[in-house]
């Protein structure tokens, strides 16, 4: 078992960026392109969001631009995530950031305008539009619950700042933690994240798996008011916006983007707590049992629950497991499986929705992706 570096990881296990761009001078060039488009947008629709029919036409003209930003947004963050400790690479994606931010800032007006259409132009919109009918839907429903349109463009514009607890957080996990390594029976053992997560908290030796899990929380421990306060941050600022957003609470604020009631979620907080709990207080007392473990700790339930079978798949071999599980889907699924591998593909999402359908599908579905990062080890 062994910690790398990024730049250490053969590359064949890497995802492969010049995929979305063969160079970064390509990127910088799109999104200087993407600046000029993203001006003639606005200078042609701002202003003008009051007829069915023009309201339509944005919306497609909108689709057309969000893959670019989509993939340039990817090459500088994916970047970024395969390892927060190169400052070159941070410095790009908060320059990248800054430009998208600012252009998302140009073109917040649509949402507002669209909504400030008379009702009948509404909802001809919906019948005329083809690929954006659930988002046009999705955005009357939000009606209620939008701000002037001066106030949702400066909450455009202060996107990042939003994002900047879960940024510490990254920054802190994925580049300020360092782990010492463990020793168990006179023999050292290396530590990280991705080692404890992917490895060490399966490990069938009790005495590894524990004092992995103890090393582990205690570096943990020590970053632990950070952690605090950035989650403390995020709390506080979901519970002013779900007040700006006048919900009647800070569950309903975050319930409504998923579509999700408010029955619904506390029906599965009840069915975990009250149905399934029995049945895992009885598996957690079938894994003691089957390691004879002297005790079961919270380092003991991520163990196999059959310790002769629990086979280690290297990436040549996952291939095929795989493949095996998506050939009854067809040979367009194993098709691309094949390809995925051999061409180190970043996601499946982009190639599987030019057959589903765009902007109207879920604008936001660009940056739903399935990595096949199969070894971002810091």
């Given at each position: 078992?062994?910690?790398?570096?990024?730049?250490?990881?053969?590359?064949?296990?890497?995802?492969?960026?010049?995929?979305?761009?063969?160079?970064?001078?390509?990127?910088?060039?799109?999104?200087?392109?993407?600046?000029?488009?993203?001006?003639?947008?606005?200078?042609?629709?701002?202003?003008?969001?009051?007829?069915?029919?023009?309201?339509?036409?944005?919306?497609?003209?909108?689709?057309?631009?969000?893959?670019?930003?989509?993939?340039?947004?990817?090459?500088?963050?994916?970047?970024?995530?395969?390892?927060?400790?190169?400052?070159?690479?941070?410095?790009?994606?908060?320059?990248?950031?800054?430009?998208?931010?600012?252009?998302?800032?140009?073109?917040?007006?649509?949402?507002?305008?669209?909504?400030?259409?008379?009702?009948?132009?509404?909802?001809?919109?919906?019948?005329?539009?083809?690929?954006?009918?659930?988002?046009?839907?999705?955005?009357?429903?939000?009606?209620?619950?939008?701000?002037?349109?001066?106030?949702?463009?400066?909450?455009?514009?202060?996107?990042?700042?939003?994002?900047?607890?879960?940024?510490?957080?990254?920054?802190?996990?994925?580049?300020?933690?360092?782990?010492?390594?463990?020793?168990?029976?006179?023999?050292?053992?290396?530590?990280?994240?991705?080692?404890?997560?992917?490895?060490?908290?399966?490990?069938?030796?009790?005495?590894?798996?524990?004092?992995?899990?103890?090393?582990?929380?205690?570096?943990?421990?020590?970053?632990?008011?950070?952690?605090?306060?950035?989650?403390?941050?995020?709390?506080?600022?979901?519970?002013?916006?779900?007040?700006?957003?006048?919900?009647?609470?800070?569950?309903?604020?975050?319930?409504?983007?998923?579509?999700?009631?408010?029955?619904?979620?506390?029906?599965?907080?009840?069915?975990?707590?009250?149905?399934?709990?029995?049945?895992?207080?009885?598996?957690?007392?079938?894994?003691?049992?089957?390691?004879?473990?002297?005790?079961?700790?919270?380092?003991?339930?991520?163990?196999?629950?059959?310790?002769?079978?629990?086979?280690?798949?290297?990436?040549?071999?996952?291939?095929?497991?795989?493949?095996?599980?998506?050939?009854?889907?067809?040979?367009?699924?194993?098709?691309?499986?094949?390809?995925?591998?051999?061409?180190?593909?970043?996601?499946?999402?982009?190639?599987?929705?030019?057959?589903?359908?765009?902007?109207?599908?879920?604008?936001?579905?660009?940056?739903?992706?399935?990595?096949?990062?199969?070894n971002d080890r810091m």
């Open positions: 078992m062994e910690l790398l570096n990024r730049k250490d990881v053969p590359v064949q296990e890497t995802w492969d960026l010049s995929l979305l761009y063969s160079d970064e001078k390509l990127m910088w060039d799109a999104l200087e392109q993407l600046k000029t488009d993203v001006r003639k947008f606005v200078e042609t629709y701002a202003g003008h969001l009051n007829k069915a029919e023009t309201i339509v036409q944005c919306l497609d003209d909108m689709e057309k631009l969000l893959p670019v930003v989509s993939r340039i947004w990817s090459y500088a963050g994916l970047a970024v995530e395969a390892d927060y400790t190169d400052n070159s690479l941070r410095e790009r994606y908060e320059k990248v950031s800054d430009e998208i931010i600012r252009m998302e800032s140009q073109m917040a007006f649509v949402d507002s305008e669209i909504l400030l259409a008379p009702d009948k132009e509404l909802k001809k919109a919906v019948e005329l539009a083809k690929g954006c009918k659930v988002y046009l839907q999705d955005l009357i429903r939000k009606k209620a619950h939008m701000l002037s349109p001066e106030t949702e463009k400066t909450l455009t514009t202060l996107g990042r700042s939003f994002d900047l607890p879960y940024t510490i957080y990254n920054t802190m996990k994925l580049a300020d933690i360092s782990f010492d390594p463990f020793t168990v029976d006179g023999k050292e053992y290396p530590l990280g994240y991705s080692l404890f997560e992917d490895n060490y908290e399966l490990e069938a030796d009790t005495k590894i798996r524990r004092a992995a899990f103890r090393a582990f929380s205690d570096t943990l421990k020590k970053y632990e008011n950070t952690t605090a306060a950035a989650y403390n941050a995020c709390v506080t600022q979901e519970k002013t916006m779900s007040e700006l957003r006048r919900f009647d609470n800070v569950f309903d604020s975050l319930l409504f983007e998923q579509k999700v009631t408010r029955e619904m979620y506390d029906r599965q907080i009840d069915v975990i707590t009250e149905r399934l709990a029995p049945h895992m207080r009885k598996y957690a007392k079938l894994l003691q049992k089957k390691y004879a473990l002297d005790k079961m700790t919270f380092a003991d339930l991520k163990i196999a629950v059959d310790p002769e079978y629990d086979p280690k798949v290297t990436i040549e071999e996952s291939h095929k497991y795989v493949r095996d599980a998506l050939a009854i889907l067809g040979e367009d699924y194993v098709d691309m499986v094949d390809r995925a591998y051999k061409e180190r593909w970043i996601d499946f999402a982009r190639n599987i929705g030019k057959s589903t359908g765009g902007f109207c599908s879920g604008v936001y579905q660009q940056n739903s992706f399935i990595l096949l990062n199969w």
